[in-house]
């Protein structure tokens, strides 16, 4: 069966970190970029980072440069967001998704895990 499974997400206060994990299952993640999207109550998904996937460049949105930071784990079938100095507005259901590069639109990508959520809350 070919999946994906975020993991990772939970409670945290603002400026607190937390690790998701993409898991792939049924095919390998080397050959493709993985990307990570968001998607808040009554907002349209949006891109936050994404790892290409032969080159290993990374991209993050401008609002997550210098707090989020993406990687891979070939050896492990998995991706994984690392998300520090969380603020409210990081609040979101978080997904990671497949393409063949990367790309800022979510039509771009194929296949989608279940979600995650992140809730930044005092």
């Known amino acids: 069966q070919v999946q994906l499974v975020e993991s990772g997400g939970g409670l945290v206060q603002p400026g607190g970190s937390l690790r998701l994990s993409c898991e792939a299952s049924?095919?390998?993640?080397?050959?493709?970029?993985i990307a990570w999207f968001r998607q808040a109550p009554g907002k349209e998904r949006e891109g936050v980072s994404c790892?290409?996937?032969?080159?290993?460049?990374?991209y993050y949105a401008d609002s997550v440069k210098g707090r989020f930071t993406i990687s891979r784990d070939n050896a492990k079938n998995t991706v994984y967001l690392q998300v520090s100095s969380l603020k409210p507005e990081d609040t979101a259901v978080y997904y990671c998704?497949?393409?063949?590069?990367?790309?800022?639109?979510?039509?771009?990508?194929?296949?989608w895990g279940q979600g995650t959520q992140v809730t930044v809350s005092s």
């Open positions: 998704g497949t393409a063949g590069r990367c790309s800022g639109s979510y039509v771009a990508y194929d296949q």
């Open positions: 790892i290409d996937r032969s080159s290993g460049y990374t």
């Open positions: 049924g095919f390998t993640l080397d050959y493709y970029a």
